[in-house]
Antibody, heavy 119, light 107 residues
Framework: QITLKESGPTLVKPTQTLTLTCTFSGFSLNTTGVGVGWIRQPPGKALEWVAIIYWDDDERYSPALKTRLTITKDTSKNQVVLTMTTMDPVDTATYYC???????????WGQGTLVTVSS | DIQMTQSPSSLSASIGDRVTITCRSSQSIRSFLNWYQQKPGKAPNLLIYTSSSLQTGVPSRFSGSGSGTDFTLTISSLQPEDFATYYCQQSYSTPLTFGGGTKVEIK
């Protein structure tokens, strides 16, 4: 059974750095074809893809956010960490991590974590 | 970036209705198109992948079709639990992109 869960701060101040952790079980990020992605959703708005990391350490980022993002994996801990610098109120959103198979689809999602950016 | 455009942005329908949602990509994505359902306060749920493959556990009243730039999600007979927002997403190339969503409401 595949599960994912996001963790991190619920409130960050503008200009601060956000660090979110996705802890997963039921699969390995050493398995060929597997990836873990981050997707966010501002309140009342559509989904926006943020970043993804694959089993082979390939990292892909949203061009709009690329300069602010780092995604890493720790296969021994079954975790993926997303770091986003220079947070702004427009980054207020629910952040989801999700399992990707064959780089084609997100078939398992975490419950999401709401991050509010406010002073 | 590949832009994904869904239509309509919202619709009202009755139980038992046949519902069709359209998604158009700004360039060909072959069949690399997925559909998700999202209910309020919940994470999205994968319904259809690679345009027409039904995800395990998803009811057969959901179906998808299309290739190239034009895609369709069909609900053959709308059920009470189907009232939700639906998103398409292309996985042809990064950056991965989602459509703006279609909210299906009760008439």
């Amino acid at each position: 059974q595949i599960t994912l869960k996001e963790s991190g701060p619920t409130l960050v101040k503008p200009t601060q750095t956000l660090t979110l952790t996705c802890t997963f079980s039921g699969f390995s990020l050493n398995t060929t074809g597997v990836g873990v992605g981050w997707i966010r959703q501002p309140p009342g708005k559509a989904l926006e893809w943020v970043a993804i990391i694959y089993w082979d350490d390939d990292e892909r980022y949203s061009p709009a956010l690329k300069t602010r993002l780092t995604i890493t994996k720790d296969t021994s801990k079954n975790q993926v960490v997303l770091t986003m610098t220079t947070m702004d109120p427009v980054d207020t959103a629910t952040y989801y991590c999700a399992h990707s198979v064959g780089a084609t689809r997100f078939d398992y999602w975490g419950q999401g974590t709401l991050v509010t950016v406010s002073s | 970036d590949i832009q994904m455009t869904q239509s309509p942005s919202s619709l009202s329908a009755s139980i038992g209705d046949r519902v069709t949602i359209t998604c158009r990509s700004s360039q060909s994505i072959r069949s690399f198109l997925n559909w998700y359902q999202q209910k309020p306060g919940k994470a999205p749920n994968l319904l259809i992948y690679t345009s027409s493959s039904l995800q395990t556990g998803v009811p057969s009243r959901f179906s998808g079709s299309g290739s190239g730039t034009d895609f369709t999600l069909t609900i053959s007979s709308l059920q009470p639990e189907d009232f939700a927002t639906y998103y398409c997403q292309q996985s042809y190339s990064t950056p991965l992109t989602f459509g703006g969503g279609t909210k299906v409401e009760i008439k």
